[in-house]
């Protein structure tokens, strides 16, 4: 889990949340986007600067995300 501004940016592995990027409200818990990873994250695999999200996968890949301008 990673808190970026607002938002609680979870991703998990299949037996949590089923190889998920969800981005939660930190005000009222609502789903505010989410998306299937093709590969769980690593332990502790987010980290959020820049405007940006960066996950590292089980299979070693390091993913960049930018958000919506």
């Known amino acids: ?3 970026a501004g ?3 940016l979870i991703a998990g592995p299949p ?3 089923g190889a998920k990027l969800r981005g939660v409200s930190a005000a ?3 789903t505010l986007a989410q998306t299937d990873l093709p590969d ?3 332990f502790d695999g987010l980290i959020a600067g820049g405007g940006k999200l960066y996950l590292v ?3 070693g890949t ?3 995300l930018a958000g919506a301008k």
């Open 28 to 30: 009222n818990g609502r």
């Open 40 to 42: 769980p994250p690593v």
């Open 6 to 8: 607002q938002t609680l």
């Open 15 to 17: 037996d949590v949340i």
């Open 57 to 59: 996968d089980r299979a």
């Open 1 to 3: 889990m990673v808190l």
């Open 62 to 64: 390091v993913t960049c």
